[in-house]
């Protein structure tokens, strides 16, 4: 089957997906490695407002490739990372948060 679907996902959106679904997705997708894992816990351990929205959210494990330019930081390139590495934070991420989908690679 192949589903558009746009952020925030609702339960039921995700609910009728299976494996080799196709899937696009159209909204705002946050990218996220470790650290902004590991942030973003400690904000929910301090009791602070994420200064972003996550409940129904799509977060994508990106390894980005950077280059300094006189501007600033331009992104050469944004490929999935290894999910795995996130693993040990996802489960509580996921309990504070309703976040629907994640993209990455891994197992």
């Not at 973003?40 to 799509?58: A, H, N």
């Not at 280059?67 to 693993?87: L, Y």
Request: with cysteine; hydrophobic share 35%.
């Amino acid at each position: 089957m192949e589903y558009h679907l746009q952020t925030p996902l609702k339960l039921e959106d995700i609910e009728k997906l299976n494996a080799r679904d196709i899937v696009y997705i159209s909204g705002e997708v946050l990218t996220a490695r470790d650290e902004a894992h590991a942030r973003i816990l400690e904000f929910e351990e301090k009791g602070e407002e994420l200064p972003f929205f996550l409940e129904g959210g799509v977060i994508y494990h990106c390894g980005p490739l950077m280059q300094q330019t006189e501007n600033g930081w331009k992104v050469i390139s944004a490929g999935p990372t290894t999910s795995g590495r996130m693993s040990k934070m996802t489960p509580s991420l996921l309990k504070a948060h309703e976040v629907r989908a994640i993209i990455g690679k891994g197992e």
